[in-house]
Protein backbone atom coordinates (compact mmCIF):
# COMPACT_ATOMS: atom_id res chain seq x y z
CA UNK A 1 0.00 0.00 0.00
CA UNK A 2 1.99 3.20 -0.89
CA UNK A 3 -0.75 5.56 0.57
CA UNK A 4 0.14 6.29 4.25
CA UNK A 5 -2.86 5.07 6.38
CA UNK A 6 -2.25 6.23 9.62
CA UNK A 7 -1.06 9.71 10.93
CA UNK A 8 0.87 11.01 14.08
CA UNK A 9 -1.45 12.46 16.96
CA UNK A 10 -0.34 14.66 19.68
CA UNK A 11 -0.63 13.41 23.37
CA UNK A 12 0.77 15.44 26.08
CA UNK A 13 2.91 12.62 27.51
CA UNK A 14 2.58 9.64 25.15
CA UNK A 15 2.72 9.19 21.65
CA UNK A 16 -0.35 8.08 19.48
CA UNK A 17 -1.83 7.29 16.10
CA UNK A 18 -4.74 7.63 14.01
CA UNK A 19 -5.21 4.99 11.94
CA UNK A 20 -7.90 3.87 9.02
CA UNK A 21 -8.77 0.50 7.26
CA UNK A 22 -11.17 -0.58 5.00
CA UNK A 23 -11.84 -3.79 7.01
CA UNK A 24 -10.24 -4.44 10.43
CA UNK A 25 -7.12 -6.98 9.06
CA UNK A 26 -6.34 -3.82 7.12
CA UNK A 27 -6.61 -1.09 9.90
CA UNK A 28 -4.43 -3.31 12.56
CA UNK A 29 -1.60 -3.57 9.63
CA UNK A 30 -1.75 0.18 9.54
CA UNK A 31 -1.55 0.70 13.21
CA UNK A 32 1.29 -2.20 12.91
CA UNK A 33 3.01 -0.05 10.65
CA UNK A 34 2.70 3.54 12.88
CA UNK A 35 4.19 1.55 15.68
CA UNK A 36 7.01 0.09 14.28
CA UNK A 37 7.44 3.89 12.45
CA UNK A 38 7.47 5.37 15.99
CA UNK A 39 10.57 2.42 16.94
CA UNK A 40 12.40 3.13 14.41
CA UNK A 41 13.26 3.95 10.74
CA UNK A 42 11.52 1.11 8.80
CA UNK A 43 13.43 1.76 5.12
CA UNK A 44 16.63 1.10 7.25
CA UNK A 45 15.50 -2.54 7.92
CA UNK A 46 16.17 -5.90 5.92
CA UNK A 47 12.80 -8.43 5.49
CA UNK A 48 15.48 -11.27 6.06
CA UNK A 49 13.75 -12.61 9.63
CA UNK A 50 10.09 -13.96 10.13
CA UNK A 51 8.30 -14.25 13.19
CA UNK A 52 4.52 -15.11 13.52
CA UNK A 53 2.36 -14.49 16.73
CA UNK A 54 -1.16 -14.62 17.25
CA UNK A 55 -3.75 -12.49 19.79
CA UNK A 56 -7.05 -12.83 20.88
CA UNK A 57 -10.14 -10.13 21.86
CA UNK A 58 -13.88 -10.08 22.60
CA UNK A 59 -14.03 -6.95 20.41
CA UNK A 60 -11.98 -4.67 17.92
CA UNK A 61 -10.35 -3.01 20.52
CA UNK A 62 -9.41 -6.08 22.12
CA UNK A 63 -8.14 -7.42 19.28
CA UNK A 64 -6.38 -3.98 17.92
CA UNK A 65 -4.30 -4.13 21.13
CA UNK A 66 -4.06 -7.00 21.88
CA UNK A 67 -1.88 -7.82 18.44
CA UNK A 68 -0.02 -4.43 18.16
CA UNK A 69 0.75 -5.40 22.21
CA UNK A 70 2.33 -8.60 20.74
CA UNK A 71 3.89 -7.33 18.31
CA UNK A 72 5.85 -5.10 20.87
CA UNK A 73 6.40 -8.02 22.94
CA UNK A 74 8.37 -9.53 20.05
CA UNK A 75 10.38 -6.35 19.51
CA UNK A 76 10.96 -6.08 23.10
CA UNK A 77 11.93 -9.89 23.70
CA UNK A 78 13.83 -10.46 20.40
CA UNK A 79 15.54 -7.38 19.64
CA UNK A 80 14.11 -7.69 16.64
CA UNK A 81 13.16 -4.40 14.38
CA UNK A 82 10.39 -5.52 11.82
CA UNK A 83 9.68 -3.72 8.16
CA UNK A 84 6.80 -5.56 7.22
CA UNK A 85 3.18 -7.18 8.89
CA UNK A 86 0.90 -9.21 7.15
CA UNK A 87 -2.27 -9.50 9.27
CA UNK A 88 -5.37 -12.38 9.01
CA UNK A 89 -8.17 -12.07 11.37
CA UNK A 90 -10.86 -14.86 12.18
CA UNK A 91 -13.17 -14.52 14.59
CA UNK A 92 -11.94 -13.82 17.56
CA UNK A 93 -8.09 -14.72 17.06
CA UNK A 94 -5.55 -12.29 15.09
CA UNK A 95 -2.75 -13.89 13.58
CA UNK A 96 0.43 -11.52 12.48
CA UNK A 97 3.60 -12.29 10.31
CA UNK A 98 6.09 -10.16 10.77
CA UNK A 99 9.11 -9.40 8.74
CA UNK A 100 12.52 -8.03 9.76
CA UNK A 101 15.85 -7.89 10.99
CA UNK A 102 17.78 -7.72 14.82
CA UNK A 103 18.64 -4.25 15.72
CA UNK A 104 22.27 -3.44 15.24
CA UNK A 105 23.31 -0.22 17.19
CA UNK A 106 25.60 0.95 14.15
CA UNK A 107 22.22 0.64 11.21
CA UNK A 108 19.55 1.29 13.20
CA UNK A 109 18.15 4.53 15.27
CA UNK A 110 15.46 3.66 18.03
CA UNK A 111 13.33 6.51 17.83
CA UNK A 112 10.60 5.99 21.02
CA UNK A 113 10.76 3.20 23.32
CA UNK A 114 7.28 2.72 23.09
CA UNK A 115 6.29 0.60 27.06
CA UNK A 116 2.75 -0.43 26.14
CA UNK A 117 -0.03 -0.40 23.70
CA UNK A 118 -3.12 1.54 25.92
CA UNK A 119 -6.71 1.24 25.76
CA UNK A 120 -6.73 5.00 26.95
CA UNK A 121 -9.23 6.11 23.93
CA UNK A 122 -8.94 3.00 22.23
CA UNK A 123 -12.36 2.85 20.04
CA UNK A 124 -12.39 1.35 16.77
CA UNK A 125 -15.47 3.08 14.82
CA UNK A 126 -17.22 2.48 10.97
CA UNK A 127 -16.61 6.07 8.85
CA UNK A 128 -18.05 5.47 5.76
CA UNK A 129 -16.52 2.67 4.25
CA UNK A 130 -13.69 2.23 6.32
CA UNK A 131 -12.56 1.25 9.78
CA UNK A 132 -10.79 4.39 12.38
CA UNK A 133 -9.17 3.74 15.56
CA UNK A 134 -6.85 6.44 17.76
CA UNK A 135 -3.95 4.70 19.67
CA UNK A 136 -2.28 5.90 22.36
CA UNK A 137 1.45 4.26 23.06
CA UNK A 138 2.86 4.60 26.58
CA UNK A 139 7.07 5.64 26.38
Partial sequence: ???RRYELIEHTADVGIAVRGRDEAEL???AACGLLDLIADRETVVACDER???AQGLDA???LQSALSEL???HDTER???REVDVE???EVVTLRARGEPFDPARHTILHQIKAVTFYGLEVERAGDELRARIIFDV
Avoid: D, K, P
Fill in 52 to 54: SCT
Fill in 80 to 82: ILF
Fill in 61 to 63: EER
Fill in 1 to 3: MSE
Fill in 28 to 30: IAN
Fill in 89 to 91: VSG
Fill in 72 to 74: LFL
